[in-house]
């Protein structure tokens, strides 16, 4: 394990800091659980023989750094939750002590806790990964709910990692100013009466699958209005049809409803020929995000 780190460019494991922060790639964080996990029960093995007490400190030591890292990136296979009651009765009192609790989760990231744990971060480069670890988490988490919506965080968040890569202050602050804005989502946008969580995300699909535009701007007054009714025409039938007894167990009557709203799709939209080869592709999205905010 300290080759493994020595490897990295860390020739001493007392750097925790460094030592997360190898841990920021990828690759490593496939590496290391693998290690520890050996190590680990190398240790079961042999306790509660006095010579292997001699690694204790070694077992605590790697077992905070797997914790920090587990926290910062949100790696649930940096936990300990495999380790045998003998390991966790030698780390979890250290552990806590160090004020890391294994058995809490990171943190919510829209929390005064969260925010208090960005500002404490002594190293911007730990600001700056703990926030892309927490967005990116956050994106895939949510991602079904509202797809376009996801899609452009998740761009750009890509966009600012490329942009700033290296300038750890910089990104840091970018990538707060990116977490607010996912924070608000779409209360931050026009809502044309409809709901920001349960019927805007439809309102984007169809933009972007229809138009080919990320922002509304983007189109004249006559396309807006025809697009906001068309959503609210879907809406409607989505609404009356989910609401069957078990509607979601029904293939023909999902069946039913994809033809229904591929059929209104031609008919509001029939001056935009390129709708007409990806009808079925966007039926089928569209009674998948019915499925995911009404299912």
């Not at 029960?41 to 587990?70: C, G, N, W």
């Not at 911007?124 to 927490?134: F, G, I, N, V, Y």
Request: aromatic letters at 8%; a negative charge.
């Amino acid at each position: 394990m300290i080759d493994f780190f020595k490897k990295h460019g860390i020739p001493e494991v007392n750097d925790v800091d460094a030592c997360v922060d190898a841990l920021a790639d990828e690759e490593a964080r496939n590496d290391f659980p693998a290690l520890f996990r050996t190590f680990s029960t190398a240790m079961d093995k042999a306790l509660p023989k006095p010579e292997a007490l001699q690694f204790a400190r070694d077992l605590r030591q790697f077992s905070f750094i797997s914790q920090v890292a587990r926290n910062r990136y949100r790696d649930e296979k940096l936990s300990l939750r495999d380790a045998s009651k003998k390991v966790r009765d030698i780390v979890d009192e250290f552990l806590v002590s160090q004020g890391v609790d294994p058995k809490i989760p990171p943190v919510p990231i829209f929390s005064e806790k969260f925010k208090l744990r960005i500002e404490q971060q002594e190293s911007p480069r730990a600001q700056a990964d703990e926030l892309k670890s927490a967005i990116s988490e956050h994106v895939d988490k949510h991602l079904e709910e509202d797809p376009e919506l996801y899609e452009r965080f998740s761009e750009k968040l890509e966009q600012l990692l490329r942009e700033y890569h290296g300038n750890w202050n910089q990104l840091a602050k970018e990538l707060a100013a990116l977490l607010e804005e996912i924070r608000q989502g779409r209360r931050a946008e026009e809502t044309f009466g409809l709901d920001p969580r349960t019927e805007v995300p439809f309102l984007g699909l169809l933009k972007k699958e229809v138009f080919g535009v990320k922002n509304l701007s983007e189109l004249s007054q006559e396309q807006i209005d025809l697009l906001v009714q068309t959503t609210k025409d879907i809406l409607e039938s989505i609404k009356k049809e989910v609401a069957q007894v078990d509607f979601w167990n029904k293939i023909p009557a999902q069946r039913r409803l994809k033809g229904h709203i591929v059929s209104h799709l031609l008919t509001a939209f029939r001056d935009n020929s390129a709708l007409f080869g990806k009808r079925m592709a966007l039926g089928q999205k569209i009674i998948e995000l019915a499925f995911h905010l009404y299912g």
